[in-house]
C-alpha cells in the first residue's frame, strides 16, 4: 500500500484472511473484534468485495494489536496470500513474461497490494535482482508485523509465480527472527538473516529472466493497463475529506491547524471548511478522529505514560488529553489500555 494512495481499491483477500485467523486461531469473533478496534465492520459473503486501502490499514493495524502476543500468526497469516487473489494485479504478474518483471509490476503498482513497506527493484549483473524495502512512520510493533507477514507473503508469491521454484540467494529483515523460526525455517532454501542493516530479497544470477509459465504478452498490457487506471482513478477521485484524513494519519507529531491543512491541500482555508461541510464533516472533527485514533494507538504500548501520550496527540495538560479521551469513547484512557490488554492477553 502507499500512504500517498489510500483510495485505491483492493480486493477483501486480506481481510478474509485476517478474520480468519481471528476466528479458527485467535478464537476472536469477527464483529466483538471490529467493534473493540473502532474500525469498520466489513461483512463477508460468497461475492468477493473491494475495500479502500485506508479501511485495509486500519484493519491491518487492529489485527496486529489484537495478536501482538501471538506473533507467530503473522508469517502464517502471510504465507495465504496468494497471487491470483490479488485481483487485477495478480493477473498482471501471473501473465508477465519473466519473473525479473512480474515483480517490477509489482513494485511499479505498490498502492494496489497489501504491504506497508515500500520495495525497490535493483537490477544486478548476470540476471541478479534484488527486492529493497523500506518502510516510514510505522510504530515498532507495525514494522514488526509487516516484515513477517512479508516473509510468507512474497515466498507465496514467488512460489506462485514460479511454479513452486524460488531462486533466492539470501532474505535479509531489519527484525529479530519470529519466536517459532525454527519451525518457519523449512518454507526457505536460502539463508534468512534477521536485524540485518536493510530488508533485501536477493535473487539468484538469471532469476530476473526465468519465463513463468502463464506469460502472455497481450494480457500482461491488458491487466497493466487496467492496474494504471486504478492507480489514477484513486488519485483523482478521492474527497477532501478523504486526503484531509491521510494526511492526518500520517502525522505523528504536531496536528495540522486548518490553514496549514488548506495549504497542504492547495486549497483557500475558507474553500477547505466549506468543501468539508458539503462532505459531512469539519475540520476540528476530523483533529479529533485523528487524535482519537492515534491516542489508541499509543496507548496499546504500556511503556508510554498517558503524560507523553496527551503531548503526543496534541495536549499541553493530561487532564485536558483525559477529558477528551473520555468524551470520545465513553471511558477514561486507563481503563480503555487496560481492557485492550486484557483482550490481548485472552487472545493470546
Same mark, same amino acid.
Given at each position: ?17 485476517? &478474520? ?28 468477493a ?39 487485477e494485479?495478480?493477473l ?50 507495525? /514494522?514488526?508485523?509487516? /516484515? ?40 526457505f ?27 502472455d ?23 477532501i475529506?478523504? &486526503? ?28 477547505? /471548511? &466549506? ?23 499509543l ?37 480503555y ?8 492477553? &485472552?487472545?493470546?
Open positions: 500500500m502507499d500512504s500517498n494512495a489510500l483510495y485505491a481499491t483492493l480486493p477483501d483477500l486480506s481481510a478474509r484472511i485476517m &478474520r480468519h485467523a481471528l476466528v479458527s486461531e485467535a478464537k476472536i469473533d469477527w464483529d466483538d473484534f471490529c467493534r473493540s478496534s473502532h474500525v469498520r465492520p466489513v461483512r463477508f459473503d460468497d461475492q468485495r473491494e475495500l479502500l486501502a485506508q479501511e485495509e490499514m486500519l484493519l491491518q493495524r487492529a489485527f496486529a494489536d489484537c495478536t501482538a502476543n501471538a506473533r507467530n500468526i503473522w508469517f502464517d497469516v502471510g504465507l495465504r496470500y496468494r497471487s491470483i487473489k490479488y485481483g494485479l495478480g498482471a504478474m501471473m501473465t508477465a513474461r519473466t519473473l525479473g518483471e512480474a515483480l517490477q509490476i509489482a513494485c511499479r503498482c505498490q498502492s494496489l497490494t497489501y504491504s506497508l513497506i515500500h520495495y525497490r527493484y535493483a537490477a544486478g549483473p548476470n540476471g541478479a535482482f534484488a527486492l529493497i524495502g523500506s518502510c516510514d512512520k510505522l510504530s515498532d510493533q507495525m /514494522h514488526v508485523f509487516t /516484515h513477517y507477514r512479508d516473509l510468507g507473503a512474497i515466498r507465496t508469491l514467488v512460489a506462485d509465480l514460479m511454479g513452486g521454484e524460488l531462486p533466492l540467494e539470501r532474505v535479509t529483515l531489519t527484525t529479530p527472527p519470529p519466536p517459532d523460526w525454527a519451525r518457519l525455517r523449512r518454507y532454501s536460502c539463508p534468512v538473516e534477521f536485524n540485518a542493516d536493510q530488508t533485501q530479497w536477493i535473487f539468484l544470477p538469471g532469476a530476473a529472466n526465468l519465463p513463468l509459465p502463464l506469460a504478452s497481450d494480457l500482461v498490457m491488458h491487466y497493466t493497463a487496467r492496474c494504471d487506471s486504478m492507480m489514477q482513478r484513486a488519485r483523482d477521485d478521492s474527497t475529506k478523504g &486526503r484531509l484524513a491521510a494526511r492526518l494519519s500520517r502525522n505523528d507529531s504536531e496536528f495540522l491547524t486548518a490553514s496549514e491543512a488548506a495549504r497542504m491541500l492547495a486549497l483557500s482555508e475558507r474553500t477547505l /471548511h &466549506r468543501r468539508l461541510a458539503e462532505e459531512g464533516t469539519r475540520f476540528s472533527a476530523m483533529v479529533d478522529e485523528a487524535r482519537y485514533s492515534r491516542a489508541r494507538e496507548l496499546m504500548d504500556g511503556h508510554m505514560t498517558i503524560e507523553r501520550i496527551a503531548s503526543a496527540v496534541g495536549f499541553a495538560e493530561p487532564s485536558s488529553f483525559s477529558r477528551a479521551f473520555k468524551r470520545w469513547s465513553g471511558k477514561g484512557a486507563l481503563e489500555r487496560r481492557q485492550m490488554q486484557g483482550k490481548n492477553e &485472552r487472545a493470546a
